[in-house]
């Protein structure tokens, strides 16, 4: 998924000051403690994490602009990486989707695209279903207990998730659909 973070950030300053955004929301901010992280790994739930959220809004904040705001951090799948995973599945391959998410941003993700990931994905493992985000080891050894043995390659943009890829659990790596459709072509 492309993320527009700088959209995302802009529409939650019509609301929230830059310090609640880095400090609390987390942007610009990999810390544990923050609302996000926590609520990313399921610590916290949706009714909290908007409640929250809304007691640092400026007042008249209502809920849907937080939610619309939240969810601007998503710009879409492209076409192409859709296809390139559809042509995956065509050869034989199983695809899985990893993600560091969090409840109200899947729910807007499979308003867009449930059809698509229910029919190219394999298995589906969620940050905030099961409690721990990329790039910790328990994340990588819990997938690659799940999905079994044999040749992975784990696409991902982060080189930090990569990295932990090849050292926790032994997978190739590239970081990008383009990069994978060159390895496989």
């Not at 995973?85 to 199983?94: E, H, S, T």
Request: proline share 2%.
């Amino acid at each position: 998924m492309k993320h527009d973070r700088e959209g995302c950030m802009y529409d939650l300053r019509q609301f929230l000051s830059d310090e609640d955004i880095t400090n609390v929301l987390g942007f610009g901010n990999d810390q544990d403690d923050t609302l996000r992280a926590r609520f990313e790994v399921g610590a916290c739930d949706t009714r909290y994490f908007i409640e929250h959220a809304l007691r640092l809004c400026k007042p008249g904040t209502t809920e849907q602009q937080l939610i619309d705001a939240w969810n601007k951090i998503h710009a879409g799948i492209p076409d192409e990486t859709w296809q390139t995973i559809k042509d995956l599945r065509a050869q034989g391959y199983r695809t899985y989707l990893m993600s560091n998410t969090d409840e109200i941003h899947w729910q807007h993700t499979l308003s867009l695209y449930r059809q698509q990931i229910e029919s190219v994905f394999d298995g589906v493992f969620l940050s905030f279903e099961l409690g721990f985000i990329k790039p910790s080891e328990t994340f990588f050894q819990y997938v690659a207990n799940a999905i079994g043995d044999g040749q992975i390659l784990f696409v991902d943009d982060m080189e930090e998730n990569r990295t932990a890829a090849e050292k926790y659990v032994g997978w190739q790596t590239c970081a990008s659909i383009e990069e994978l459709k060159k390895i496989l072509n």
